[in-house]
């Protein structure tokens, strides 16, 4: 992995390799994210699981319940 860095002083641009340290921080950064992400889409589709479970309770379409909103 390289790691693009640019130095102010001499307005030039240095690509070098990555330490071990940078690495694991990436590969952890990386793991977070996928977690996060998939922790959001499961969020979401409980969310819409539960909508449709009361909407078909209820026994109204979503555009029913969007009028009975407005």
């Known amino acids: ?8 002083d001499t ?9 071990p340290d940078e690495v694991k ?9 996928e977690a996060d992400l998939l922790a ?8 819409a699981t539960a909508k449709a479970e009361l909407l078909a309770r209820l026994g ?3 555009e029913e319940a969007q009028l009975l909103l407005s």
């Open 11 to 19: 307005q030039t641009t240095i690509e070098r390799d990555a330490t």
């Open 1 to 8: 992995m390289k790691i693009t860095e640019y130095d102010q």
């Open 60 to 62: 109204i379409t979503a």
């Open 40 to 47: 959001k889409e499961a969020e979401a589709e409980a969310k």
């Open 25 to 33: 921080q990436r590969e952890a950064d990386i793991a977070k994210y």
